[in-house]
């Protein structure tokens, strides 16, 4: 290689040479001299990878000024001056000391300069020139990211491209062939080819089959100079796989299979699998199965396991070995993604015979219906037939059945039933309105395995009988308003039976006979299940009597009739002209309504006792202090003492007996007095007992009210304060007519006294009053008006 570096270097210095010569006619040549050029430099080119002992020769400088007598200095400066190159100061001469390699360093900047080896000036300016590394073929292709991986459709056609490949060369490729690169294929025929210039690889023999050969390992080779001999080369790998797809069709092993599958088998469990083969890979390997004839549809159904691709075949409906003994079941494998363009391929499905036997094996009992419903009336005496239950063997053995009640869920037994017929019986009387059904479990099991049971829910309703007596609904509290009206309707009542009416419940209602007529309330048989209160007076008051009894007889519809007393309570409260109840709050539930319970009742009375006892404590601690006996002039004050003592009103007739006053005729002879002690009274009664008052018929009042007025200055037993009296007696023979209208004839009003409902609680009575009496006279209202406010 290196000999051939020299040899090429050496042919291009003879082309040189010939080229400044000449050769004449009588065979001598003559040599061209080059007209002396100026200081100006360009470049010098030096071969890469230098093999030898000696230094290479690259350029020589030349000053015009240089004489050749040696009075000119050369200096050479710049990159790798000095190291990499050298230059005789003498003449000019530039030499490499090493072997450069362009594909690291393609160029070096250098400068030359001349000067007077005597005086040291320059002679010639500084120039700049470059030495440029000319390239040799010296780097063999490369692929920088080999070896490749490739994938391809199988089934593919000639030409279909697989995968392009890409080699570098660092040699120049501005200079000559040396990073001309051609591709070959070395291995991997006949099955792909590659484009010499391209590298790309493609198929070259048609329908490769990924069932036969899935991998193949291709390799690839580039060389530079134009693939001529000589050139370096450098080669890679590439993996290529052939993908699959769908070119397969399902098949199954066999034809015709068997299977056993017992009769107790459940239903909805797998009872066997079948499998086609493929031969292809993920989707393309998905097979749906089915069963496509009617008698094996109708008791097995399949599905395809989407791990195994097996078909699972499941039982439908129950077997029995005593009515079928064996199924034939016609199974096709189809693939559920099939391209288009393998269609002539054949259809991609297929079929096989699957023959199952059923087994025969030793049943429980079947009852004859899956659940029973019977029924027996309420107070049936004990042991009152109910139904029966029948159950068989269905082996072919018909062993005898018995039965049995399953008493673990129910601890009550109102049944039992006869171990041989199945009869059930009752065991304790029934009621209707405790318990309206009873669900219990009959069990039934074979005298040859008792170890085989059955079980079957019978449902027992009991049917109702008239034996509870209708009574009347206490919902709600039956309110009395004081202004009621004859006739007005207090409430409307209704009733409630326990009993169970197929035709809904029919209800009457009365008094009870044999007893007075109530003079307050009536009652009113409605027709419809319902009875209205009537009242029988006008205007019932509060605090004369607050609660009413009423007792009511209800007679339902039943067969027989039955009855029932119920009393109601009626309360009597003030009502709006409206109905609506104003206030009616009982006493004794006061503490009820407000939601206290015992022990809060309890903790609140305990704390009053606490309290007053704290209280009694701190009063006693007070007199039992000391007071002082004399009293400083600083501590006078006034002692007001409040008295809490409030009259007893209008209805306060103990406290002065003014009766004297209001009918002086029906003054009695003698009174004692209230405001003195009884023995005090009597005393003075007895001392004053020959003034007897005058007949007061025939005396002024003004009179009688002076005597008492002297007898009360003179008494000296009565009370060290005043005492107001007040008499309200208008006197007798007044020429003037009374005010009142009472005593007057009425006369018709057409003033409207609804207003007074607007005028607060204080007019309400007034209101209630002229609400219902519109005769009274409009100047009985004016007054009471006047009375009121």
Not at 78 to 94: H, K, M, R, W
Not at 654 to 672: G, Q, S, V, W, Y
């Amino acid at each position: 290689y290196s000999t051939w570096i020299i040899r090429t270097h050496w042919a291009l210095l003879y082309m040189t040479i010939a080229k400044n010569q000449t050769k004449l006619a009588n065979g001598e040549t003559e040599v061209h001299h080059r007209p002396k050029r100026g200081w100006i430099w360009n470049q010098f080119f030096v071969l890469e990878e230098h093999i030898g002992p000696d230094t290479q020769y690259v350029g020589k400088l030349h000053s015009n000024s240089d004489k050749g007598d040696g009075s000119v200095r050369y200096i050479l400066s710049g990159e790798g001056a000095g190291s990499i190159f050298i230059i005789n100061e003498v003449t000019g001469d530039i030499h490499a000391t090493e072997s450069l390699d362009r594909e690291r360093k393609a160029h070096y900047v250098l400068h030359a300069q001349a000067f007077d080896r005597n005086t040291e000036k320059p002679l010639e300016p500084k120039s700049e020139f470059i030495i440029k590394v000319q390239d040799i073929n010296d780097n063999a292709p490369t692929f920088p990211d080999g070896p490749f991986v490739a994938a391809v459709p199988e089934m593919s056609g000639v030409g279909t491209s697989v995968y392009q490949v890409t080699a570098t060369d660092a040699d120049d490729p501005t200079y000559g062939n040396s990073a001309r690169v051609v591709y070959s294929i070395l291995q991997g025929q006949p099955y792909f080819s590659v484009d010499p210039k391209t590298g790309v690889i493609r198929t070259a023999l048609a329908n490769m089959d990924r069932e036969a050969r899935e991998h193949y390992a291709v390799v690839i080779q580039a060389k530079d100079m134009a693939g001529s001999v000589g050139g370096l080369s450098g080669s890679t790998t590439i993996n290529i796989t052939l993908t699959d797809v769908n070119d397969n069709p399902p098949k199954f092993p066999q034809k015709n299979y068997q299977l056993y599958v017992p009769e107790s088998a459940q239903v909805g469990k797998p009872v066997g699998k079948i499998k086609a083969n493929d031969e292809d890979l993920g989707i393309n390997a998905e097979i749906k199965y089915s069963i496509i004839n009617s008698e094996g549809a109708a008791m097995f159904s399949i599905n395809t396991d989407r791990d195994t691709r097996e078909g699972i075949i499941s039982l439908k409906k129950p077997l029995n070995y005593e009515r079928k003994k064996t199924y034939t079941l016609q199974i096709e494998g189809v693939n559920t993604h099939v391209e288009p363009i393998f269609s002539y391929l054949g259809p991609f499905k297929d079929t096989a015979t699957l023959k199952i036997t059923v087994g025969d094996v030793d049943e429980p009992p079947v009852f004859s219906m899956d659940y029973y419903i019977m029924d027996v009336y309420e107070n049936a005496r004990i042991g009152r037939e109910v139904g029966a239950v029948t159950a068989r063997d269905p082996d072919s053995k018909n062993s005898h059945v018995r039965y049995f009640i399953d008493h673990s869920e129910h601890s009550d037994k109102y049944f039992n039933i006869d171990m041989d017929s199945g009869v059930i019986k009752t065991t304790q009387s029934l009621d209707r309105e405790e318990m309206p059904w009873h669900n219990i479990t009959v069990i039934a099991s074979e005298v040859d395995n008792p170890s085989l049971l059955s079980h079957v829910p019978v449902t027992v309703q009991v049917l109702d009988v008239n034996d509870n007596p209708p009574e009347i609904n206490k919902d709600n509290e039956v309110i009395v308003c004081e202004s009621s009206r004859p006739g007005q309707v207090i409430q409307t009542m209704t009733a409630v039976d326990k009993d169970d009416f197929a035709n809904g419940q029919r209800f009457s209602f009365s008094l009870p006979s044999g007893i007075p007529v109530n003079p307050n309330f009536t009652l009113k048989d409605n027709k419809d299940n319902t009875a209205s209160i009537i009242t029988r007076r006008r205007q019932f008051n509060r605090l004369v009597q607050e609660l009413y009894e009423l007792p009511i007889v209800v007679w339902d519809g039943g067969e027989p009739a039955l009855s029932g007393t119920s009393t109601l309570t009626l309360r009597v409260c003030p009502c709006q002209r409206n109905g609506r109840v104003q206030t009616c709050q009982d006493e004794r539930g006061l503490l009820s309504s407000a939601g206290l319970s015992t022990g809060a009742l309890i903790a609140i009375l305990l704390c009053i006792v606490i309290l007053l006892a704290i209280v009694v404590l701190f009063i006693t601690l007070r007199r039992s202090k000391k007071e002082p006996l004399i009293i400083s002039e600083e501590d006078v004050r006034e002692n007001v003492v409040t008295y809490d003592d409030e009259g007893g009103g209008e209805e306060d007739t103990e406290a002065f007996d003014i009766i004297t006053l209001r009918n002086p005729a029906a003054a009695e002879e003698f009174k004692f007095r209230r405001d003195i002690r009884p023995e005090a009274a009597r005393q003075h009664g007895q001392n004053r007992g020959h003034h007897s008052p005058p007949e007061l018929n025939q005396v002024d009042v003004q009179e009688f009210i002076k005597q008492r007025l002297v007898e009360a200055d003179m008494d000296t037993n009565g009370p060290p304060y005043d005492s107001l009296q007040t008499y309200a007696y208008e006197g007798q023979m007044s020429p003037t007519g009374s005010i009142s209208s009472l005593d007057s004839p009425g006369t018709h009003s057409e003033q409207d006294y609804n207003y007074l409902d607007d005028w607060g609680p204080e007019f309400q009575k007034l209101a209630e009053l002229y609400g219902e009496d519109t005769d009274v006279a409009e100047s009985d209202v004016a007054v009471a008006v006047t009375v009121a406010t």
